[in-house]
């Protein structure tokens, strides 16, 4: 009798045991989101483009961003601002962007102030006064000189771009 009361307890023991294991919550995972990488990045007519190079001039009242890869396709925004905010682009505005794919035979430029129906905007999000640098997005209607064919940038990127200010500093850019 008493060794059957002693199964008992320990048969008790293990069920509660087993029963507290099992609910036991499993541990978290930690997911490290994946870091933007840096410089300018788009999506131009529906090819993923990222720029080797990235490099902004800020003046008196705007910057000028200018971006670059190995492939002979260059990208500059004329911003009409020096901080934070949204800048529409298209012809009537004073924010502007081009941009030159020297790729093809021959040069293929496409420009936003070629028309007033096609919005865009460039869009600061950050202004990094110590690092000098910025961040941003935007999305771009542009149109060749011919006004046949719209190119489209979506998904764009700035981050982390360097820049140096003519008015205030003595500095030069540094990759």
Known sequence: MFLLTRLKFVGFFVLLIGGLVACEKPAEETVTPTPEPLGVSARIGNVDWKAGMAYAVEDTGYMVLTAYDDNGKKLTMTIAGV???????????????????SSYKGIKTYHSEVSDTLLGFIEITAVDRVKK????????????ADLKNILILENGLINQVP??????DDSTIVY
């Open 163 to 168: 820049f140096v200010n003519l008015a205030m």
């Open 83 to 101: 901080g934070k905010g949204k800048f529409i682009v298209n012809a009537s505005t004073a924010s502007r962007v081009a941009y030159v794919d």
């Open 133 to 144: 640098t910025f961040s941003g997005k935007f999305s771009l209607f542009l149109e060749d």
